[in-house]
């Protein structure tokens, strides 16, 4: 697995936020057509023209794809959550063998990139109604058993991150529309990072839809809809990438609140 791209060395403070931006593209499609790319592409740029390339993280989960979990992943996993809320860096210590030594080496500095990330922004297409693979394999292995809970406290860490997600559609999966139930993007993503701990009010999703208007006979008469759509999504993403944000302070529904035995923010399942 090849290393994030880091911009302006291994600071991570990028911002007001108290941590920089972690960006994770994962279109397969690399030639410069992909609309979360390019959509993904427009925050990086307004983002670091506000605070600098500082704490700018990028990975291409594509080009370099995280590995599926191996059984190591499973049994450490299953071990850790048996022990509750964990350290990190005491997990190591709970790992028997090669195999799993490898899994956690190949977990932690993910899992970590996520914590330290104020900003976390993933460009997301819709696959066959669901997410691409390449991010499911990301989702996966990030899942480790309490690796987002305070143990001190049991409540999440992650309860003060702003996730942007970035999504596109090839056709319309919007309220009323006749796919409609078909939608495992959008709804699949807010339950996750909800599960992890990050509030409501701080996952912001923007989605164009009908992207493919322009090359499939049957959508082209929404090639209009697609058109405002794209824009609308565009000055959304223009809008949320320079919004001010305080990581520091507490809004009345921080869901890092939680007591924990109301919430598991990463219930491990095998």
């Known amino acids: 697995m090849g290393d994030a791209e880091v911009m302006g060395g291994a600071e991570v403070m990028g911002d007001i936020r108290g941590g ?9 499609d ?5 609309v979360t790319r390019a959509l993904g592409g427009l925050f990086a740029r307004s983002w670091r023209e506000r605070y600098g390339d500082a704490g700018y993280r990028h990975r291409d989960l594509a080009a370099e794809p995280v590995p599926p979990l191996g059984s190591g ?11 509750g809320a964990v350290p990190l860096a005491k997990v190591a210590v709970l790992a028997e063998g090669a195999d799993e030594e490898r899994e956690w080496a ?10 330290a990330a104020g900003t976390l922004l993933l460009g997301v297409p819709m696959y066959n109604f669901g997410v691409p693979a390449a991010l499911k394999a990301w989702i996966d292995r990030v899942s480790f ?12 860490v992650l309860g003060r991150t702003r996730v942007v997600v970035v999504a596109a559609c090839g056709g319309g999966y919007g309220p009323g529309t006749p796919r409609e139930g078909c939608d ?12 992890l701990g990050v509030p409501d009010e701080e996952l912001h ?19 209009d809809l697609a058109a405002d759509s794209l824009a609308a999504a565009r000055a959304a993403v223009a809008e949320l990438a320079v919004r001010p944000y305080d990581r520091s302070a507490v809004g009345p529904h921080d869901r890092s609140a939680v007591r924990p035995h109301d919430r598991r923010p990463d219930a491990f399942h095998m």
């Open 184 to 195: 495992f993007q959008v709804p699949y993503l807010r339950a996750f990072f909800g599960a």
């Open 73 to 83: 992943f499973v049994s450490l996993g299953t071990r850790t959550e048996r022990q």
């Open 205 to 223: 999703v923007v989605r164009a839809e009908l992207t493919r208007a322009g090359d499939i006979a049957a959508l082209a008469p929404f090639k």
């Open 106 to 115: 190949l977990t932690l500095p993910l899992v970590e990139e996520v914590r």
């Open 30 to 34: 690399r030639r410069g057509d992909s």
């Open 20 to 28: 920089g931006l972690l960006h994770l593209d994962s279109s397969a």
């Open 145 to 156: 058993p309490g690796a987002y809970t305070d143990p001190d406290s049991g409540r999440s």
